[in-house]
C-alpha cells in the first residue's frame, strides 16, 4: 500500500459518515507472502473498512489476479463478510449490474485475462 492509500483511509477512518459500498478495482496483488498484509483485501484492511461501512454495506471487488482473488475470498470470510456473489469471468458472468469497465479490466480482456469479481456483504 502506497503512503497516499494509507492516507486516504486513515482521513476516512477519523469520519463518523457510514458508506453503503466500497469498490476495490485492480489493486496491487502484492504476490511475495511477506508483502500480502498490505494487500487492500487483507484482513487487518478488512477490520479497517468496517469502521465506516454501514451494517449491510457492500465491497465490490475486481482482479485479474488468481491468486489474489483466491486468497481475498479467505480474507473476507475470516473477517465475517458473507460473499453474496463470485465469478471468475465477469464478462460471461456478469454478478452485478452496471458495472463501469476499467482501463484496467479491458486491457486485460483483450490480453484473454478474464477479470475475477465478487460481491461481500457487511454482516
Known amino acids: 500500500m502506497t503512503a497516499y492509500e494509507i492516507l486516504i483511509i486513515q ?3 477519523n469520519k463518523k459518515d457510514k458508506v453503503e459500498r ?3 478495482n485492480f489493486c496491487n496483488p502484492w504476490p511475495k507472502p511477506r508483502h500480502n498484509k498490505k494487500r487492500l483485501t ?3 484492511q478488512l477490520e479497517n473498512y468496517k469502521i465506516f461501512l454501514k451494517k449491510g454495506g457492500e465491497i465490490y471487488f475486481k ?3 488468481e491468486n489474489l482473488f483466491n486468497a481475498s475470498i479467505k480474507y473476507f470470510e475470516e473477517t465475517g463478510f458473507e460473499i453474496i456473489s463470485k465469478t471468475y469471468d465477469l464478462h460471461a458472468e456478469p454478478i452485478w449490474e452496471n458495472n463501469i469497465e476499467t482501463e ?3 486491457m486485460f480482456e483483450e490480453q484473454g485475462i478474464k477479470t475475477k469479481a465478487l460481491i461481500a456483504k457487511l454482516k
Open 42 to 44: 487483507f484482513t487487518r
Open 11 to 13: 482521513n476516512i477512518l
Open 104 to 106: 484496467h479490466e479491458k
Open 22 to 24: 466500497i469498490y476495490i
Open 63 to 65: 482482479t485479474d489476479d
